[in-house]
Protein backbone atom coordinates (compact mmCIF):
# COMPACT_ATOMS: atom_id res chain seq x y z
CA UNK A 1 0.00 0.00 0.00
CA UNK A 2 1.30 3.30 -0.69
CA UNK A 3 1.50 6.52 1.06
CA UNK A 4 -1.09 8.14 -1.04
CA UNK A 5 -3.82 5.75 -0.23
CA UNK A 6 -2.17 5.20 3.79
CA UNK A 7 -3.44 8.64 3.78
CA UNK A 8 -6.54 8.41 2.32
CA UNK A 9 -7.37 6.22 4.42
CA UNK A 10 -6.76 7.67 7.64
CA UNK A 11 -8.57 10.89 6.42
CA UNK A 12 -11.52 8.72 5.84
CA UNK A 13 -11.14 7.14 9.38
CA UNK A 14 -10.52 10.79 10.36
CA UNK A 15 -13.96 12.00 9.32
CA UNK A 16 -16.29 9.31 9.95
CA UNK A 17 -15.06 9.44 13.63
CA UNK A 18 -15.62 13.28 13.95
CA UNK A 19 -19.26 12.43 12.22
CA UNK A 20 -19.68 10.06 14.43
CA UNK A 21 -18.45 12.32 17.50
CA UNK A 22 -20.73 15.28 16.04
CA UNK A 23 -23.65 13.05 15.90
CA UNK A 24 -23.58 11.64 19.43
CA UNK A 25 -22.87 15.20 20.94
CA UNK A 26 -25.77 16.32 19.09
CA UNK A 27 -28.19 13.90 20.37
CA UNK A 28 -26.53 14.48 24.13
CA UNK A 29 -27.60 18.40 23.49
CA UNK A 30 -30.78 17.56 22.54
CA UNK A 31 -31.53 15.29 25.12
CA UNK A 32 -30.22 17.96 27.36
CA UNK A 33 -32.47 20.29 25.16
CA UNK A 34 -35.38 17.63 25.81
CA UNK A 35 -35.14 18.24 29.47
CA UNK A 36 -34.47 22.13 29.98
CA UNK A 37 -38.07 21.72 28.15
CA UNK A 38 -39.79 19.71 30.11
CA UNK A 39 -37.93 20.39 33.36
CA UNK A 40 -36.86 23.91 33.09
CA UNK A 41 -39.62 26.14 31.14
CA UNK A 42 -42.91 26.59 33.41
CA UNK A 43 -46.42 26.66 31.92
CA UNK A 44 -44.89 25.02 28.55
CA UNK A 45 -47.01 22.35 27.29
CA UNK A 46 -46.61 20.16 24.66
CA UNK A 47 -48.08 17.24 22.74
CA UNK A 48 -44.86 15.50 21.61
CA UNK A 49 -41.53 16.12 21.11
CA UNK A 50 -38.97 14.52 18.09
CA UNK A 51 -35.63 14.64 18.57
CA UNK A 52 -33.42 15.09 15.41
CA UNK A 53 -29.61 14.53 15.07
CA UNK A 54 -29.44 18.83 15.37
CA UNK A 55 -32.83 19.64 15.94
CA UNK A 56 -35.35 18.81 18.16
CA UNK A 57 -39.23 19.79 17.52
CA UNK A 58 -42.00 20.37 19.74
CA UNK A 59 -45.98 19.78 18.21
CA UNK A 60 -49.27 21.12 19.08
CA UNK A 61 -47.13 23.86 21.91
CA UNK A 62 -49.27 25.81 24.43
CA UNK A 63 -47.39 28.26 26.80
CA UNK A 64 -49.46 30.07 28.93
CA UNK A 65 -48.85 32.71 32.33
CA UNK A 66 -48.16 31.93 35.52
CA UNK A 67 -52.40 32.70 35.83
CA UNK A 68 -53.24 30.45 33.18
CA UNK A 69 -53.42 33.33 30.19
CA UNK A 70 -52.64 31.05 27.04
CA UNK A 71 -49.73 33.37 25.56
CA UNK A 72 -48.82 31.58 22.66
CA UNK A 73 -50.01 28.42 21.08
CA UNK A 74 -48.54 26.89 18.12
CA UNK A 75 -48.34 23.44 16.11
CA UNK A 76 -45.01 23.18 16.40
CA UNK A 77 -41.45 24.90 18.00
CA UNK A 78 -37.84 24.14 16.68
CA UNK A 79 -35.00 24.18 19.09
CA UNK A 80 -31.29 24.21 17.45
CA UNK A 81 -28.60 23.75 20.16
CA UNK A 82 -25.26 25.36 19.08
CA UNK A 83 -22.27 22.81 19.31
CA UNK A 84 -20.10 24.98 20.41
CA UNK A 85 -21.71 24.07 23.85
CA UNK A 86 -19.97 20.71 24.50
CA UNK A 87 -16.78 23.16 25.11
CA UNK A 88 -19.08 25.44 27.38
CA UNK A 89 -20.43 25.25 31.03
CA UNK A 90 -23.31 27.19 29.00
CA UNK A 91 -26.11 25.39 27.34
CA UNK A 92 -26.35 27.39 24.35
CA UNK A 93 -29.13 27.42 21.20
CA UNK A 94 -28.57 28.75 18.30
CA UNK A 95 -32.25 29.46 17.15
CA UNK A 96 -35.84 29.05 18.32
CA UNK A 97 -38.49 29.69 15.43
CA UNK A 98 -42.13 29.68 16.20
CA UNK A 99 -44.15 29.63 12.88
CA UNK A 100 -47.55 30.53 12.62
CA UNK A 101 -48.39 31.01 15.85
CA UNK A 102 -51.57 32.59 18.28
CA UNK A 103 -50.11 35.16 20.63
CA UNK A 104 -51.66 37.33 23.32
CA UNK A 105 -49.14 40.20 23.42
CA UNK A 106 -50.24 42.21 26.77
CA UNK A 107 -48.40 46.08 28.67
CA UNK A 108 -49.32 45.41 31.91
CA UNK A 109 -50.70 48.83 34.32
CA UNK A 110 -47.05 49.23 35.37
CA UNK A 111 -46.05 49.20 31.70
CA UNK A 112 -44.37 45.93 31.67
CA UNK A 113 -44.45 44.12 28.34
CA UNK A 114 -45.33 40.71 28.37
CA UNK A 115 -44.51 38.64 25.37
CA UNK A 116 -45.42 35.08 23.89
CA UNK A 117 -41.56 33.95 24.24
CA UNK A 118 -41.31 30.76 26.43
CA UNK A 119 -38.50 31.13 28.82
CA UNK A 120 -36.30 28.36 30.34
CA UNK A 121 -35.30 29.48 34.13
CA UNK A 122 -32.71 28.61 36.26
CA UNK A 123 -32.87 26.14 39.38
CA UNK A 124 -33.12 28.51 42.08
CA UNK A 125 -30.86 27.69 45.52
CA UNK A 126 -33.46 27.95 48.70
CA UNK A 127 -33.38 30.09 51.31
CA UNK A 128 -32.44 27.97 53.88
CA UNK A 129 -29.38 27.31 52.83
CA UNK A 130 -26.70 29.01 54.39
CA UNK A 131 -25.30 31.84 52.49
CA UNK A 132 -21.36 29.79 50.88
CA UNK A 133 -24.02 26.88 49.94
CA UNK A 134 -25.97 29.41 48.24
CA UNK A 135 -23.41 30.73 46.85
CA UNK A 136 -22.06 27.59 45.38
CA UNK A 137 -25.34 26.38 44.50
CA UNK A 138 -25.52 29.62 42.15
CA UNK A 139 -21.94 28.83 40.82
CA UNK A 140 -23.02 25.77 39.82
CA UNK A 141 -26.74 26.72 38.46
CA UNK A 142 -27.33 25.62 34.66
CA UNK A 143 -27.18 28.48 32.43
CA UNK A 144 -28.68 28.77 29.18
CA UNK A 145 -27.99 31.31 25.94
CA UNK A 146 -30.52 31.34 23.85
CA UNK A 147 -29.14 33.31 20.61
CA UNK A 148 -32.28 34.14 18.98
CA UNK A 149 -36.01 33.47 18.93
CA UNK A 150 -38.57 33.99 16.18
CA UNK A 151 -41.76 34.62 16.03
CA UNK A 152 -43.06 34.53 12.11
CA UNK A 153 -46.32 34.89 10.71
CA UNK A 154 -48.07 35.26 14.54
CA UNK A 155 -51.69 36.27 14.49
CA UNK A 156 -53.29 36.65 17.88
CA UNK A 157 -54.27 39.50 20.32
CA UNK A 158 -52.71 42.72 21.58
CA UNK A 159 -54.22 44.45 25.19
CA UNK A 160 -52.48 47.56 26.67
CA UNK A 161 -53.16 47.74 30.61
CA UNK A 162 -51.15 50.88 30.84
CA UNK A 163 -53.84 52.95 29.82
CA UNK A 164 -56.46 52.39 32.51
CA UNK A 165 -59.88 50.95 31.93
CA UNK A 166 -61.47 50.31 29.73
CA UNK A 167 -57.91 48.83 28.04
CA UNK A 168 -56.81 49.31 24.45
CA UNK A 169 -57.54 46.10 22.30
CA UNK A 170 -56.70 45.01 18.96
CA UNK A 171 -56.64 42.16 17.14
CA UNK A 172 -53.44 41.28 15.39
CA UNK A 173 -52.42 39.53 12.32
CA UNK A 174 -48.63 39.24 10.71
CA UNK A 175 -46.89 39.70 13.97
CA UNK A 176 -43.37 39.20 13.38
CA UNK A 177 -40.89 39.24 17.01
CA UNK A 178 -36.96 38.32 16.92
CA UNK A 179 -35.14 38.61 20.13
CA UNK A 180 -31.41 37.58 20.70
CA UNK A 181 -28.88 37.58 22.92
CA UNK A 182 -31.23 35.69 25.86
CA UNK A 183 -29.24 34.42 28.99
CA UNK A 184 -30.36 32.98 32.06
CA UNK A 185 -29.71 33.72 34.36
CA UNK A 186 -29.98 37.02 33.24
CA UNK A 187 -26.57 38.90 32.01
CA UNK A 188 -26.40 42.77 31.46
CA UNK A 189 -25.97 42.94 27.49
CA UNK A 190 -27.73 45.01 24.69
CA UNK A 191 -30.50 42.40 24.03
CA UNK A 192 -31.50 43.15 20.53
CA UNK A 193 -35.12 43.62 19.85
CA UNK A 194 -37.44 43.87 16.11
CA UNK A 195 -41.17 43.74 16.78
CA UNK A 196 -43.62 43.98 13.70
CA UNK A 197 -47.81 43.67 13.64
CA UNK A 198 -50.54 44.82 11.77
CA UNK A 199 -53.80 45.37 13.78
CA UNK A 200 -56.98 44.82 12.33
CA UNK A 201 -59.88 46.92 11.79
CA UNK A 202 -61.94 49.48 9.85
CA UNK A 203 -58.72 50.30 9.19
CA UNK A 204 -55.47 48.33 9.24
CA UNK A 205 -52.90 49.65 11.26
CA UNK A 206 -49.31 49.25 11.64
CA UNK A 207 -47.03 48.64 14.73
CA UNK A 208 -43.27 48.55 14.45
CA UNK A 209 -40.78 48.62 17.65
CA UNK A 210 -36.97 48.37 17.01
CA UNK A 211 -34.28 48.98 19.29
CA UNK A 212 -32.56 46.85 22.30
CA UNK A 213 -33.12 46.59 26.15
CA UNK A 214 -31.10 45.34 28.74
CA UNK A 215 -32.71 43.51 31.76
CA UNK A 216 -30.13 43.45 34.44
CA UNK A 217 -29.66 47.63 34.07
CA UNK A 218 -33.40 48.29 32.76
CA UNK A 219 -31.85 50.13 30.55
CA UNK A 220 -32.94 50.44 26.53
CA UNK A 221 -32.89 52.71 23.28
CA UNK A 222 -35.98 51.86 21.77
CA UNK A 223 -37.93 53.28 18.80
CA UNK A 224 -41.84 52.39 17.83
CA UNK A 225 -44.07 53.63 15.40
CA UNK A 226 -47.68 53.15 15.29
CA UNK A 227 -49.60 54.23 11.87
CA UNK A 228 -53.08 54.29 9.97
CA UNK A 229 -54.70 52.76 13.63
CA UNK A 230 -58.20 53.61 13.79
CA UNK A 231 -58.92 56.83 15.97
CA UNK A 232 -61.88 54.93 17.59
CA UNK A 233 -60.49 52.38 18.66
CA UNK A 234 -57.56 54.00 20.23
CA UNK A 235 -59.58 56.03 21.94
CA UNK A 236 -57.89 54.61 24.98
CA UNK A 237 -54.44 56.64 24.57
CA UNK A 238 -56.20 59.97 23.98
CA UNK A 239 -58.57 59.81 26.87
CA UNK A 240 -59.52 62.68 29.14
CA UNK A 241 -62.57 64.60 30.49
CA UNK A 242 -61.66 67.40 27.89
CA UNK A 243 -62.76 64.68 25.30
CA UNK A 244 -66.45 63.73 25.16
CA UNK A 245 -67.42 63.93 21.43
CA UNK A 246 -68.24 60.52 19.38
CA UNK A 247 -65.85 59.98 16.43
CA UNK A 248 -66.83 57.46 13.16
CA UNK A 249 -63.44 57.83 11.92
CA UNK A 250 -60.20 59.11 11.79
CA UNK A 251 -56.13 58.17 12.01
CA UNK A 252 -53.69 58.18 14.69
CA UNK A 253 -49.67 58.19 13.89
CA UNK A 254 -47.34 57.98 16.78
CA UNK A 255 -43.68 58.21 16.60
CA UNK A 256 -41.82 57.20 19.89
CA UNK A 257 -38.18 57.60 20.84
CA UNK A 258 -37.20 56.62 24.08
CA UNK A 259 -34.18 56.49 26.24
CA UNK A 260 -33.65 54.93 29.23
CA UNK A 261 -31.49 54.13 31.71
CA UNK A 262 -31.55 52.17 35.08
CA UNK A 263 -35.12 52.65 34.56
CA UNK A 264 -35.28 56.19 33.79
CA UNK A 265 -36.49 57.53 30.47
CA UNK A 266 -36.09 60.43 28.13
CA UNK A 267 -38.79 60.49 25.70
CA UNK A 268 -40.15 62.26 22.79
CA UNK A 269 -43.39 61.16 20.72
CA UNK A 270 -45.07 62.54 17.62
CA UNK A 271 -48.23 61.94 17.42
CA UNK A 272 -50.55 62.83 13.96
CA UNK A 273 -54.26 62.84 13.71
CA UNK A 274 -55.89 62.71 10.20
CA UNK A 275 -59.55 62.16 8.89
CA UNK A 276 -61.57 62.91 12.03
CA UNK A 277 -65.38 62.76 11.67
CA UNK A 278 -67.53 62.55 14.32
CA UNK A 279 -71.01 61.37 15.04
CA UNK A 280 -72.27 64.63 15.51
CA UNK A 281 -71.10 67.94 15.93
CA UNK A 282 -71.79 67.64 19.84
CA UNK A 283 -69.11 67.32 22.38
CA UNK A 284 -65.66 68.15 22.85
CA UNK A 285 -62.23 66.84 21.08
CA UNK A 286 -59.27 67.10 23.45
CA UNK A 287 -60.57 70.25 24.63
CA UNK A 288 -61.81 71.85 21.50
CA UNK A 289 -65.77 72.03 20.45
CA UNK A 290 -66.39 69.15 17.90
CA UNK A 291 -67.80 71.52 15.11
CA UNK A 292 -64.41 73.50 15.05
CA UNK A 293 -62.53 70.39 15.16
CA UNK A 294 -64.01 68.85 12.45
CA UNK A 295 -64.05 72.34 10.27
CA UNK A 296 -60.63 72.66 10.99
CA UNK A 297 -59.52 69.85 9.82
CA UNK A 298 -61.17 70.08 6.68
CA UNK A 299 -59.80 72.51 5.48
CA UNK A 300 -56.12 71.97 7.06
CA UNK A 301 -53.63 69.29 7.15
CA UNK A 302 -53.34 69.16 11.52
CA UNK A 303 -49.98 69.32 12.47
CA UNK A 304 -47.76 66.73 14.24
CA UNK A 305 -48.04 67.35 18.23
CA UNK A 306 -44.89 66.96 19.80
CA UNK A 307 -44.59 65.86 24.23
CA UNK A 308 -41.70 65.23 25.91
CA UNK A 309 -41.78 63.02 29.16
CA UNK A 310 -39.05 61.80 31.09
CA UNK A 311 -39.53 60.20 34.23
CA UNK A 312 -39.30 56.43 36.14
CA UNK A 313 -40.58 53.64 33.64
CA UNK A 314 -42.22 51.99 36.53
CA UNK A 315 -44.66 55.31 36.20
CA UNK A 316 -45.75 54.90 32.66
CA UNK A 317 -49.30 55.87 34.20
CA UNK A 318 -48.17 59.49 34.67
CA UNK A 319 -46.29 59.53 30.99
CA UNK A 320 -49.58 59.17 29.31
CA UNK A 321 -51.85 61.95 31.05
CA UNK A 322 -48.54 64.15 31.01
CA UNK A 323 -48.76 63.73 27.32
CA UNK A 324 -52.32 63.60 26.47
CA UNK A 325 -52.48 66.93 28.74
CA UNK A 326 -49.68 68.47 26.23
CA UNK A 327 -51.07 67.63 23.31
CA UNK A 328 -54.77 68.87 24.05
CA UNK A 329 -53.25 72.45 24.68
CA UNK A 330 -51.25 72.04 21.05
CA UNK A 331 -54.59 70.92 19.29
CA UNK A 332 -56.68 73.85 21.28
CA UNK A 333 -54.03 75.82 20.05
CA UNK A 334 -54.16 75.38 16.52
CA UNK A 335 -58.06 74.85 16.21
CA UNK A 336 -58.39 77.98 18.28
CA UNK A 337 -55.91 80.50 16.36
CA UNK A 338 -57.99 78.75 12.82
CA UNK A 339 -60.89 79.97 14.40
CA UNK A 340 -59.93 83.76 15.37
CA UNK A 341 -58.42 84.06 12.50
CA UNK A 342 -61.92 83.35 10.39
CA UNK A 343 -63.64 85.26 12.37
CA UNK A 344 -61.35 88.30 12.20
CA UNK A 345 -61.47 87.84 8.39
CA UNK A 346 -65.23 87.37 8.63
CA UNK A 347 -65.39 90.62 11.03
CA UNK A 348 -63.04 92.79 9.10
CA UNK A 349 -63.58 91.92 5.35
CA UNK A 350 -67.41 90.24 4.63
CA UNK A 351 -68.86 87.42 5.35
CA UNK A 352 -68.91 84.04 4.11
CA UNK A 353 -70.30 85.85 0.44
CA UNK A 354 -68.00 88.43 0.49
CA UNK A 355 -70.21 90.97 1.73
CA UNK A 356 -67.90 93.70 3.22
CA UNK A 357 -68.13 93.60 7.09
CA UNK A 358 -69.58 96.77 8.63
CA UNK A 359 -67.31 98.89 9.95
CA UNK A 360 -68.37 100.41 13.53
CA UNK A 361 -65.64 101.51 15.81
CA UNK A 362 -63.16 100.70 13.18
CA UNK A 363 -60.58 98.25 13.37
CA UNK A 364 -60.21 98.34 17.40
CA UNK A 365 -64.08 97.99 17.58
CA UNK A 366 -64.19 95.09 15.51
CA UNK A 367 -61.62 93.47 17.73
CA UNK A 368 -63.01 94.26 21.05
CA UNK A 369 -66.85 92.91 19.44
CA UNK A 370 -64.48 90.09 18.55
CA UNK A 371 -62.74 88.84 21.71
CA UNK A 372 -65.83 90.19 23.88
CA UNK A 373 -68.25 87.98 22.27
CA UNK A 374 -70.29 85.61 24.80
Known amino acids: MDGTKKIGIIAGVVVLTLIAIMVIAYNNLSSIARGIVEDQVPNLSFGDLDVGWNSIELTAVKYSSAAGKVLL ?5 K ?67 IAKVEINDGRGDFVDKSVGR ?11 IEIGDISVPPVSTKMPLDISMKL ?39 RSKKTTARLSDGTLDLRIQTKIKNKDHVTNIKTTLGNIKFSS ?23 GFVCSLSGNIDRIDQARVS ?52
Open 79 to 145: VKPSLSSIFSDTFKVSSVTIDEPYVYIEIKGDGEVVLPIPQPTAPEAGDSQPEAEQAAAEGDAFAIY
Open 73 to 77: ESKSI
Open 166 to 176: PYAQFKIKDVN
Open 200 to 238: EGPREGRFELSGWYDPVTNSGDLEMELADIFLPHAEPYY
Open 281 to 303: DKGKFMGAPAGAVKEYTENNKLP
Open 323 to 374: CVRQITEQLVKAVGKSVVMKEISKKLFGNKDGDKAESKGGLEGQLKGLFNRK
